[in-house]
């Protein structure tokens, strides 16, 4: 190639090059952020203290729906780990069996530490507190219930009871304390029907109010937690429900009743008394009340709440087994760790249902959802139109000054 033909190739590889607006990084690649204190340098998450507890059989866990970005990290990027989140220089969690679970404060919705607070887990009882959340104040406490044969024919036969029976009278108070003491799943079945029309309504209406909450992870089934395909919940939030529940007096009254009369049914049924299961009341200072669960495919679920200090705190844990402690003993210690810690501690926070659904904004258009879609962008800006007819412009002439230069060695 000549001199000058090198030049004028020079020339316009230059212009072309100049003519595109080549993008650099977004700032969240250019510049490196700190590392969250649950993640190791290198991203990888950091194992949650973990208790040795006997081999079990357990079915073999669902298949969880596909992860999205947007709400793994909801209420903080540090919760989309799937390890152990806490705040730098704090004292670690202590050892439980769980496989996923989380402390935060009910008040100022501060998340104290986590592990893997958006698992996606089977949620067993402590669904109730969904049912709980999305019908308390719905119904009238004094309202009297009969129970039908359909409402008994949908409750499966190895199924959690209270004990109610086909044409019998009871208050919608007496069946919360059934649903919330003895963790009656004839009960859920009832006040479902009562809060929706038909129970499947009334588990359409237990999803609408997780949606609601921010709970995107959530998905109800069957309205007691008894497993069903598809129904799933995360530590996150199981939180979220609990906080809703907990600021709810009358719940709060439900939640620390030791024990009820269940009426008789005259003339075959007499009366019988329940206590409350959860242990925690009577063996924590300052328990707030909270709700067991167990399936096999769940295993233990457990979600607890107590007040120390003028300070409320709640811990939900899901997948636990009962040895060396049984759920409700690992959820005080996460309560007695999360009571260590100093105020403010935090590495994320539950979203009210006004941050989870954002306003419409002063223009008119709706704010950004906070489960929106994880938008799929390159690293790279595309090449404008404009830039790539230069890039073009400059190929054509390069293949053009080399077919010169061959038919002039020719």
Known sequence: MSSSARRRLTVVLTVAALAVPWSTPSAALAEPTSTPTATASAGAPIPCPKAIAPKTSRPKRPTPPADNPAQKALGGEQLASP?????????????NTAISWLVADLDTGEILGACGAHEYGTP????KLLLTATYLDKLDPKQVATVTHADLAQVPSDSSLVGLVEGGKYSVETLWLGLLLQSGNDAATVLARLGGGTVAAGVQGMNAEADKLGAFQTHAVTPSGYDGAGQFTSAYDLALIARVCFDNETFRKYALTQRTQIPAQPPKHKGFQIQNENQL?????????GKTGFTSLARHTYVGAAERNGRRLVVTLMGAEPKPQRGWQQGAALL????????GTSVGHLVTPEEAHPAPSPSGSAGAPMIAEAATSSMWAPIPIAAGVAVATGLSVLVGLFRIRRRRRA
């Open 124 to 127: 067993a009882s402590v669904q």
């Open 336 to 343: 007695d760790w999360g009571f260590s810690l100093p105020s």
């Open 281 to 289: 009341i009577y063996k924590y200072p300052g328990a707030l009340g």
């Open 83 to 95: 390890g152990l989140v806490v705040s730098s220089g704090v004292a670690g969690p202590p050892a």
